[in-house]
């Protein structure tokens, strides 16, 4: 039987959006799937940040989220 290990998510964590989650200072919504790097870790809540590639990363968002929100793409120590 295989056992599964739940990783944790930290800063430098490179995550993505399970479900769609709203923008807070302007209209608009970021999609599921939409990926961030955790930049500040308050436990069950991290701080993501988004650039926008539209304007070639010049512009940075940086929602905080639930963790139960998102998922773990690449994990960094």
């Known amino acids: 039987m295989a056992t599964r290990i739940k990783q944790t998510i930290g800063e430098h964590d490179v995550v993505a959006f399970t479900?769609?989650?709203?923008?807070?200072e302007s209209t608009g919504t970021?999609?599921?799937?939409?990926?961030?790097?955790?930049?500040s870790d308050f436990g069950d809540?991290?701080?993501?940040?988004?650039?926008?590639?539209?304007?070639y990363g010049a512009t940075l968002d940086m929602p905080i989220v639930p963790v139960e929100k998102l998922k773990l793409v690449t994990k960094y120590s």
């Open 19 to 24: 479900e769609t989650i709203a923008k807070a």
């Open 30 to 39: 970021w999609p599921a799937g939409t990926k961030g790097t955790v930049v």
């Open 45 to 55: 809540h991290k701080m993501i940040e988004i650039s926008d590639a539209d304007n």
